[in-house]
């Protein structure tokens, strides 16, 4: 494994400013080894996607700069809740708008890992798997191994935004396996 440090994005599936999703988000950034610095994106300010927009030169500057911050990023980590068993258009967007203009993708041949995070048992399951959809498509080798699917995710936190010890454990160990992951799949 190499000891160079990989910069990776954190994008948030959740505007909510409590939301679930971005306390995970959150703790992964606390708990990623010291091979890996990682950030969160935001992904509020993208306007929806239109290609007509770059297609006339009117691309929004929120796109613009969206698409110049993830070019500095060496791999991704998404966490996401689920919606209607798929992903929350705000990140559905956010993937869409980093993917244009054509043959421009910016998340090409870069390291990437999903979580999920849900209140329900079932761990926001679909997202997860619609998310990775995606992401085979726009070449981003994506991690397999462990999968991340966090449930009842509203019982592993505390009133003080604390996480309980089983599922601080198992975000270390996700982290460390991503370390793994991104410095034997990146391309820089």
Do not use: C
């Not at 703790?27 to 969160?40: C, F, H, M, N, Q």
């Amino acid at each position: 494994m190499s000891n160079i440090t990989k910069k990776v994005g954190v994008i948030v599936g959740s505007l909510r400013k409590e939301s679930f999703s971005g306390k995970v988000a959150s703790e992964l950034i606390r708990l990623a080894p010291a091979s890996l610095v990682a950030e969160k994106i935001e992904i509020g300010d993208l306007t929806i996607f239109n290609q007509d927009l770059d297609d006339e030169n009117r691309t929004p500057q929120a796109w613009i700069t969206f698409r110049e911050k993830l070019k500095e990023f060496d791999a991704f980590l998404f966490v996401t809740p689920e919606y209607n068993r798929s992903v929350p258009p705000v990140l559905k967007n956010a993937i869409d708008v980093g993917s244009r203009p054509y043959g421009q993708s910016v998340w090409n041949a870069k390291p990437g890992a999903v979580i999920s995070v849900s209140p329900g048992r079932l761990s926001g399951f679909g997202a997860n798997h619609h998310l990775r959809q995606s992401l085979v498509f726009l070449n981003v080798p994506t991690m397999q191994q462990p999968e991340g699917y966090i449930g009842e995710v509203d019982k592993a936190i505390d009133a003080n935004g604390n996480f309980d010890e089983r599922t601080i454990t198992f975000l270390e160990g996700f982290m460390k396996a991503f370390a793994v992951w991104v410095a034997t799949n990146s391309t820089k």
